[in-house]
């Protein structure tokens, strides 16, 4: 039934023979009579599925632009006419997409494919899931992708783009750049859908930037095609994001050449607490006011990017074309996690070879067929360089292929004969998409290859042998003599300037030599942050420039080679700067929040097993340890608690997956529940009965905890849950409990013991089903279960019986209250619990609701039984009357200011005998940001280390009146927002660790002069 058309083949020896395809009918019923021999017959249905990233449109139709340009794009040109290609130069499109799911379908991608390949596309199908006897199969999917890149280009991209530039607005994209595989799955053939767009661009989420792995198949696109490079950055980094992870961030994808920042596609909703995809920037962020750094840093790096180009030593050949021939599981309904061992080799050591390049220091760029087949060869004297576009390769690397086309195996033949270095990283090619498996042509080329003295290879288990192969031969742009140094570098030019980008991505300082290769004529430092252009001093030797650089942590630079410009006096005269004398200022500051009112709704909490109240725990001297860990003394919340069974996490997208737990009971309980958490949506039978779902069941990071109380029985019983996954990982987290008569409480939660199926036969949830054929699911592993964990939100809500988690019988809580405050606001029921200030026994009173507490109060300690409803807080304490206070400086937890995220001010009064020539004013460990006046004069800002800052203009003999304004993050905040139940996310990383978000002034402060 429902089968749109059946294609026939002839078996021999069980594998299919490719010459006896033929398509045997149209629409049910077929009827056909097989020829002698053996035969299989496959059925084929059309049917809408959701793509692999959701999408719920066919992009392989030409008529989806028709209805979308209209229905979005016109509607913005309405409304803002010319101001499309001028204030609005162009469209962000957050649009990862897909082609479709599996074996993906339209009419017009049927034409099509006749067209290009003069044949029934139906006539091959059975080749995208099985291996014929003649090999045919590489041929087939390699045309099925091909031509399902087309119709994806032709139906979706080709039409925005045109539309967008006719309004002089350029296209930015963002694909599916993470695996070979997914690339498969998603887009097709990559490169050449990002070649589609006027402006190239990935998306990089939280912090992937620091990994070199997603940028550089579009920055070969961009490099070749001479066109701008976007990166979304910080997508989703969630709110622990602090500036050194803003700065990382542009450190990191200046040096793989993008020049137009994306700070992350914003949600524009001032109540930060709500938004979806945290962290956001706004005035609400204390370094909202500082960001202007970052910024102008930002575009001073990629200002010189965008004028300039890649010099890259090393070309990779992309092996997208081995997964597109060895894709037969990503089309069969059960298999779609398991990729063939030979394309899982070939990302593996393909994504290896880009990280262990980039770390040390050698510039690469990428080709596909396309940009294979228009490469030149050019031989010089010393050398043989292979040309794409402008850009000279000295070596090519081949990762494992499978695959390759027979014209891009004749240019890589050539380049090799001529002398120009090829190394392979293991399997070379034997098949090719022009005629399939086992082509002669291409495997006598790689044999020609293979005897080439220029050839080299390499085993990919140890890819250092590769670093040391190629630094033997083609002597690197750049070369670092610090090991040891997590420096992010590239080398460009632009006409006679050569541009090095040096960056320090590590919380330490570096100090190298360096030698660059081409460098001559004048050196100079471009500090991105302050603009500034300086010579510096280098050795010119026979190798290249020598030069030593030091950078603080974080700092990024360009160095810049002008080889039309001759070396002035500092190349020859290295500068002796004198010894500076250091003064540390010690002693007390006057410090004081920049607040009216701190608000406090969690402290160190003690979850005792003790039967009686000790009061010694709230008197004793308090020590920190492993037993007193932070927790929200608010209960507008759940009560919450971590989970403890494993959970099931699974591959396959856009479908159901069934899962079922049997148990025997002795009685019926009195109680039950269980709590689930299922990616992406979740439907539960007990005992065959569906239970109504609430808010959360459709929801992938939350806990829905379900009342089974009516449905479980005495005897036999049974859980079904259905999860409908519909795009990246699947999961289901399932536990719960039950009280028996006798009091006694049993848990239920995944284990070994539940079964898990595709096919849901009927009767499936209920107990008399014969589960035979399920198969018992695999529990993933602790690692992978805390990560669900942490993405579920950490501690997932789940709610218990009062008397389940007995051991913890009372609760204990120690607070410091907000140094400089002098009042304290509480809500009545805290007047019923056992209070003590500084270990001695306090009386609240329920109708006033406020005391005034001591400046001097260091402490403030209570306890409440764990299940104590008349001590519960709805509220958060609050503390009032901020004054300043006389401390030295340090951490704000010390202070007491936990929850608080704004500004504190420091200020110090110094005297100097002198004036002295020039003075710094370094304030040594921050966090997380500072600006400095000196005598009401603002001396500077800073997001970043070091925390220098130039005050010698500001200075003066005499009194000085030091003023530092400290920031910290909203992450302290949120953590209000949290306790209180208002937080919609925490973002994808789940709830932080509080401990490492504390800020404050370190120190130590010190005056640096010159006399």
Not at 315 to 324: C, G, W
Not at 536 to 548: V, W
Request: include cysteine; charge should be neutral.
């Amino acid at each position: 039934e429902n089968v749109d058309f059946a294609v026939a083949a002839r078996l021999q020896h069980n594998k299919l023979i490719s010459s006896s395809l033929q398509v045997i009918g149209e629409k049910s019923p077929i009827e056909w009579t097989a020829p002698e021999g053996k035969w299989v017959v496959y059925t084929y249905s059309i049917q809408h599925h959701a793509g692999f990233d959701g999408g719920k449109v066919n992009y392989l139709d030409p008529r989806l632009a028709k209805v979308f340009i209209p229905l979005v794009h016109e509607q913005y040109a309405r409304h803002f006419g010319k101001k499309l290609g001028y204030s609005i130069p162009g469209c962000f499109v957050d649009n990862e997409g897909d082609f479709g799911w599996q074996m993906a379908w339209s009419d017009s991608l049927a034409s099509h494919y006749r067209k290009t390949y003069q044949r029934d596309i139906r006539l091959w199908l059975p080749l995208l899931t099985e291996k014929d006897a003649e090999g045919l199969y590489v041929k087939a999917r390699c045309n099925w992708y091909e031509a399902v890149t087309d119709m994806y280009i032709k139906s979706f991209f080709e039409p925005v783009v045109s539309w967008l530039a006719g309004h002089g607005m350029y296209y930015i994209s963002n694909l599916w750049e993470e695996s070979i595989q997914w690339q498969t799955q998603a887009m097709g053939d990559f490169m050449k859908v990002t070649r589609v767009a006027t402006m190239p661009g990935t998306d990089c989420l939280e912090m992937r930037s620091q990994d070199v792995h997603d940028f550089k198949e579009t920055q070969s696109v961009a490099e070749f095609e001479n066109r701008p490079f976007m990166s979304e950055i910080m997508g989703v980094a969630g709110w622990g994001q602090t500036p050194a992870m803003m700065k990382k961030n542009i450190n990191a994808i200046t040096a793989y050449g993008v020049d137009h920042v994306v700070p992350h596609g914003i949600n524009v909703n001032r109540r930060l607490e709500t938004i979806p995809y945290p962290a956001d920037w706004f005035t609400e962020n204390p370094y909202w006011n500082h960001l202007h750094l970052w910024t102008d840093f930002a575009r001073r790096a990629a200002f010189i990017t965008r004028q300039s180009s890649l010099v890259a030593d090393v070309l990779i050949v992309n092996p997208l074309e081995t997964a597109f021939a060895l894709s037969e599981n990503y089309f069969s309904d059960e298999h779609t996690t398991y990729w063939d061992p030979v394309v899982d080799e070939a990302n593996g050591v393909y994504s290896a070879t880009m990280r262990i390049l980039f770390r040390n220091h050698i510039d690469f760029l990428i080709a596909d067929k396309h940009y294979l087949m228009m490469s030149n060869i050019v031989k010089k004297t010393e050398r043989c360089l292979i040309s794409i576009k402008q850009h000279n390769f000295q070596a090519i690397i081949l990762p494992p292929l499978f695959v390759i086309s027979q014209e891009a195996a004749r240019k890589i033949v050539d380049f090799a004969r001529q002398g120009g270095m090829v190394v392979s990283l293991g399997r070379l090619p034997k098949a090719s998409p022009e005629k399939g498996d086992n082509d002669t042509t291409v495997m006598n080329l790689m044999n020609v290859l293979a005897h080439c003295p220029s050839f080299v290879s390499v085993n990919h288990s140890s890819l250092q042998t590769l670093i040391d192969v190629l630094q033997q031969k083609i002597h690197p742009a750049v070369t670092i003599e610090n090991k040891q140094a997590l420096l992010y570098t590239a080398s460009r030019k632009s006409g006679p300037l050569l541009f090095y980008w040096m960056a320090n991505n590590s919380d330490t300082a570096v100090n190298t030599s360096i030698l660059l290769r081409d460098g001559k004529g004048r050196l100079e430092k471009w500090d991105c942050e302050t603009g500034s252009i300086n010579e510096i001093p280098y050795e010119q030797t026979p190798a290249g420039a020598k030069t030593q650089i030091s950078l603080h942590p974080y700092e990024a630079f360009w160095l810049v080679c002008n080889t039309h410009q001759p070396a002035g006096p500092a190349s020859s005269s290295p500068v002796h700067p004198q010894t500076p004398a250091e003064r540390i200022i010690t002693g007390k500051w006057i410090i004081k929040p920049l607040c009216d009112t701190f608000y406090v709704s969690s402290a160190r909490a003690f979850f005792s097993r003790d039967r009686e109240l000790q009061e010694c725990r709230l008197t004793e001297p308090f020590s920190t340890d492993e037993k007193w860990q932070y927790a929200s003394f608010v209960y507008s919340r759940k009560t919450r608690y971590a989970w403890t069974t494993p959970m099931v996490v699974f591959r396959e997208t856009q479908k159901s997956k069934f899962f079922r737990y049997a148990f025997i009971l002795k009685e019926k309980p009195v109680r039950a529940a269980i709590n689930v958490c299922g990616d992406d949506d979740e439907k539960i039978w007990i005992n065959g009965q569906q239970i109504p779902g609430g808010k959360n069941t459709a929801a992938y990071n939350k806990t829905y905890a379900y009342d089974i109380t009516p449905y479980v029985q005495k005897g036999n019983n049974v859980i079904g849950i259905e999860i409908i996954n519909n795009g990246g990982l699947g999961t289901l987290m399932a536990e719960g409990w039950y009280e028996l008569p006798d009091g006694k409480i049993e848990l239920l939660g995944m284990n070994p013991a539940w079964k898990e199926s595709f096919k849901a036969a009927e009767g499936w949830n209920a107990t008399a089903f014969n589960d035979k054929g399920w198969k018992r699911v695999t529990l993933a592993s602790d690692e992978l279960c805390r990560e669900r964990r942490e993405l579920s939100e950490g501690l997932v809500e789940m709610k218990y019986p009062k008397d389940l988690k007995k051991e913890n019988q009372f609760i204990y809580f120690r607070l410091q209250p907000p140094a400089g405050t002098t009042k304290m606001i509480y809500e009545k029921n805290l007047s019923n619990a056992l209070v003590y200030f500084d270990g001695k026994k306090q009386i609240l009173s329920p109708e006033k609701n406020e005391i005034t507490i001591p400046a001097t109060l260091k402490e403030i300690a209570f306890a409440w039984p764990y299940d104590g409803e008349p001590y519960r807080l709805q509220q958060p304490i609050a503390f009032t009357a901020v004054s300043p206070v006389e401390k030295e400086p340090g951490s704000w937890y010390d202070d007491g200011y936990l929850q608080y995220t704004g500004y504190v001010l420091y200020e110090k009064k110094i005297v100097l005998n002198s004036k002295p020539a020039k003075t710094f004013l370094d304030l040594g460990k921050v966090k997380y940001m500072a600006e400095v006046w000196v005598n009401g004069k603002k001396a500077g800002e800073r997001l970043w280390e070091p925390f220098v800052f130039d005050v010698s203009a500001y200075i003066r003999q005499g009194e000085n009146l030091l003023s530092i304004k400290v920031g910290n993050l909203m992450v302290n905040r949120m953590w209000l927002y949290h306790d209180l139940g208002q937080l919609r996310t925490w973002g994808w990383k789940g709830t932080p660790h509080f401990e490492q978000y504390d800020a404050g002034l370190w120190g130590p402060v010190k005056l640096i002069t010159y006399p």
